[in-house]
């Protein structure tokens, strides 16, 4: 009964794990995509001068 458990609770944990990775991969995409948008979105500023919309 005991392998039967320990079975059952690491496919449980890998399950688990692979839903994690999987909407980590969705939110990574959401984030590029946002990024993406904001680098094309830029404008020129005020003055001609280059400005720059994140903060590094």
Known sequence: MVPLL????LAL???G?????KILW???LAVLVLW???FV?????AG????R???W
């Open 6 to 9: 320990l079975v059952l609770l």
């Open 13 to 15: 944990i890998l399950f």
């Open 17 to 21: 794990a692979g839903f994690a990775v």
């Open 26 to 28: 969705w939110l990574a």
């Open 36 to 38: 993406l948008l904001g």
């Open 41 to 45: 979105a830029r404008g020129t500023g």
């Open 48 to 51: 001609g001068t280059r400005s």
């Open 53 to 55: 919309w994140y903060r």
